[in-house]
């Protein structure tokens, strides 16, 4: 039997209203159908090294907009840059590089970066089919093209693509699979083992490996190696600051006299306190970026946050909506986030007290019913001592008891009883100094105000973490106002304080027993009024160094065994949830560590 050839699936002429398929996505359906998916219907792109020398490459064709002639004369000589067509019988579009031929005779030159692979059709398929694609439209459009040219920048080489009759079938494949996939609203699978992905600049989004890791599949999965986090946040604390663009450069005065400078590729996010303003310039300049700009009352209370259009993935928003009004779902997220808060907090004592009266701890081992408790690590610091036993035990049965809560409401009691447990015990993880006057007293949890030091700098730590967390979630597509465990409330990121649960002790209250026991926060850093505690500017100033140290540390993931820093790890989660509202995993795991 002859090969049997695959039958495209029929679908009616779009309408003038309907999205049109970018032929580029055809070269990304055939290379990934998962990838296509991701782009074109989930709105979701990074930039990799590839990425960004093709878009160099591209420099020069995308500099002059062209056209083709409505009726071409015969003997009349073609060479059009930058050409835009699309056919609604189709239900494609493209913008051509270079359309080059003479009368109503054209061929379609595809520019690439890179050199020519040696393959015995001169290119690989996705690029074929692109290009074909753009030949269909050409015809649609009147023109008599039966062939066009890839054009490698590296090797500087053209190789001519015919548009038989098997390259037009899987072309017209790859568009009605492509709609297909679309229509039906279900991320394809990922890649098995793929040598693709590790070069794909969406690897950290898809997830490949982890899918596959969380769904029992037989596969280790591989580390992730971001691209080099150079930016970091800037941090505009004088009530007086003014913030302005000055080329690719930001420039704060304060009084009209400029008191420092940061370079726009070289910042991540821009935090504003108190009275601190943004110039329009400025502001559109990280809207154009995709710089998120925070705001926060003169003491860092984060107040909300500024950015551009936003994230296009209006699928990703609709699955967390029908989960957020789905009772069992609720709470079957909510008891893993409180019963790793609650592991993490027993670690965070276990690893660093100092109080004394401590008891030789259990050697039972972790409760490998926590999603997620496969291990991972602490850094903060080993405490002298070892803690009590009965409250590691205690902690231990909470966090067991939140796992089998029946209601959001035995949920919240169990965390409170949890939280007042750990908070009772806080102060032993605190250095003792000689001098009496340079140590810190911790006698329980208190805020609205924060009443001594140490509940000023938590706080404050959770203000910063809930704004990080809000930026991830809204980075990623997610509503952050929307959650499943704390309730809608108005101008409170419920989605972001829902999943920085487990991430308080670890990321926090870590960043304050830092900043506490090295001595860079001391007693005289804080002002009182009113029976109320806050930060002085300097003194906040040094915590937030503090507090992104700690951010830019590196920890094994507890589930994939990779190190990741904690800022990378907040948007693996955030898109770990994703992958669960979607029904890819069974499981939202959390980030437990041992």
């Known amino acids: 039997m002859g090969e049997q050839r695959e039958l495209p699936l029929s679908f009616?002429?779009?309408?003038?209203?309907?999205?049109?398929?970018?032929?580029?996505?055809?070269?990304?359906?055939?290379?990934?159908?998962?990838?296509?998916?991701?782009?074109?219907?989930?709105?979701?792109?990074?930039?990799?090294?590839?990425?960004?020398?093709?878009?160099?490459?591209?420099?020069?064709?995308?500099?002059?907009?062209?056209?083709l002639p409505e009726e071409p004369e015969e003997g009349e000589m073609i060479h059009a840059r930058s050409v835009s067509l699309s056919s609604?019988?189709?239900?494609?579009?493209?913008?051509?590089?270079?359309?080059?031929?003479?009368?109503?005779?054209?061929?379609?030159?595809?520019?690439?970066?890179?050199?020519?692979?040696h393959v015995a059709a001169g290119a690989y398929d996705p690029e074929r089919v692109q290009l074909c694609a753009q030949g269909l439209l050409l015809q649609e459009h009147g023109f008599e093209c039966d062939s066009g040219i890839i054009y490698f920048a590296s090797s500087r080489e053209r190789v001519r693509v015919l548009f038989d009759d098997a390259l037009t079938e899987k072309t017209l494949a790859a568009i009605h699979g492509l709609r297909g996939v679309a229509l039906a609203g279900h991320i394809p699978p990922p890649l098995e083992d793929s040598p693709k992905c590790p070069r794909c600049s969406l690897v950290g989004i898809c997830q490949p490996d982890e899918v596959r890791f969380l769904n029992r599949a037989p596969v280790e999965p591989r580390p992730l190696f971001p691209a080099l986090q150079d930016a970091l946040p800037l941090y505009v604390q004088s009530p007086r600051a003014y913030v302005r663009k000055d080329g690719d450069v930001l420039v704060i005065e304060v009084e009209k006299e400029k008191v420092a400078e940061a370079r726009l590729v070289e910042v991540s996010q821009v935090a504003l306190f108190g009275g601190a303003m943004l110039s329009a310039p400025a502001l559109h300049e990280c809207f154009r970026r995709n710089i998120p700009v925070t705001w926060h009352t003169?003491?860092?209370?984060?107040?909300?946050?500024?950015?551009?259009?936003?994230?296009?993935?209006?699928?990703?928003?609709?699955?967390?909506?029908?989960?957020?009004?789905?009772?069992?779902?609720c709470l079957r997220l909510a008891r893993g986030w409180v019963a790793a808060k609650i592991a993490n907090c027993r670690t965070m004592l276990r690893r660093n007290w100092r109080g004394g009266n401590g008891f030789e701890t259990e050697d039972a081992p972790e409760p490998e019913d926590l999603p997620g408790a496969r291990g991972g690590e602490v850094a903060t610091g080993q405490g002298a001592e070892q803690a009590p036993r009965e409250i590691l035990m205690s902690l231990r049965e909470d966090a067991a008891h939140a796992q089998r809560a029946l209601s959001l409401d035995e949920l919240l009691g169990v965390e409170g009883a949890a939280a007042n447990r750990y908070f009772q015990n806080f102060g032993a993880?605190?250095?003792?100094?000689?001098?009496?006057?340079?140590?810190?007293?911790?006698?329980?949890?208190?805020?609205?105000?924060?009443?001594?030091?140490?509940?000023?700098?938590?706080?404050?730590?959770?203000?910063?973490?809930?704004?990080?967390?809000?930026?991830?979630?809204?980075?990623?597509?997610?509503?952050?106002?929307?959650?499943?465990?704390?309730?809608?409330?108005?101008?409170?990121?419920?989605?972001?304080?829902?999943?920085?649960?487990?991430?308080?002790?670890?990321?926090?209250?870590?960043?304050?027993?830092?900043?506490v026991n090295n001595g860079e926060v001391r007693p005289t850093d804080f002002v009182r009024a009113a029976g109320s505690c806050n930060l002085?500017?300097?003194?906040?100033?040094?915590?937030?160094?503090?507090?992104?140290?700690?951010?830019?540390?590196?920890?094994?993931?507890?589930?994939?065994?990779y190190r990741i820093s904690y800022r990378r790890l907040l948007e693996v989660q955030a898109r770990l949830l994703i992958r669960y509202l979607a029904g890819e995993i069974e499981d939202y795991p959390n980030f437990v560590t041992r």
């Not at 998916?37 to 500099?63: C, N, P």
Request: include cysteine.
């Open 429 to 515: 993880m605190l250095k003792s100094d000689a001098d009496p006057s340079m140590s810190f007293d911790f006698m329980g949890r208190n805020r609205r105000p924060p009443k001594d030091p140490i509940n000023a700098l938590l706080s404050f730590a959770y203000a910063m973490l809930a704004r990080e967390w809000t930026i991830t979630v809204s980075a990623v597509g997610l509503d952050p106002y929307r959650g499943f465990y704390h309730q809608p409330r108005f101008g409170r990121p419920a989605l972001s304080l829902d999943l920085m649960e487990p991430f308080r002790p670890l990321v926090a209250d870590s960043a304050v027993l830092m900043a």
């Open 12 to 67: 009616p002429e779009l309408s003038a209203e309907a999205p049109q398929i970018p032929a580029r996505m055809l070269n990304e359906y055939v290379y990934c159908p998962r990838l296509a998916y991701l782009e074109w219907v989930q709105g979701e792109f990074a930039h990799s090294a590839d990425t960004i020398e093709g878009a160099i490459k591209h420099k020069r064709v995308d500099k002059k907009g062209g056209a």
């Open 298 to 329: 003169y003491s860092g209370w984060f107040v909300g946050h500024t950015v551009g259009t936003g994230h296009h993935n209006v699928e990703t928003r609709t699955f967390q909506y029908q989960a957020s009004f789905d009772p069992q779902k």
């Open 88 to 117: 609604t019988r189709l239900g494609i579009t493209a913008k051509l590089d270079l359309v080059e031929g003479e009368g109503s005779y054209v061929t379609p030159v595809d520019y690439k970066r890179g050199s020519r692979p």
């Open 536 to 561: 002085t500017e300097s003194g906040r100033r040094r915590f937030i160094a503090a507090f992104e140290r700690r951010m830019q540390q590196e920890v094994m993931h507890s589930i994939f065994r």
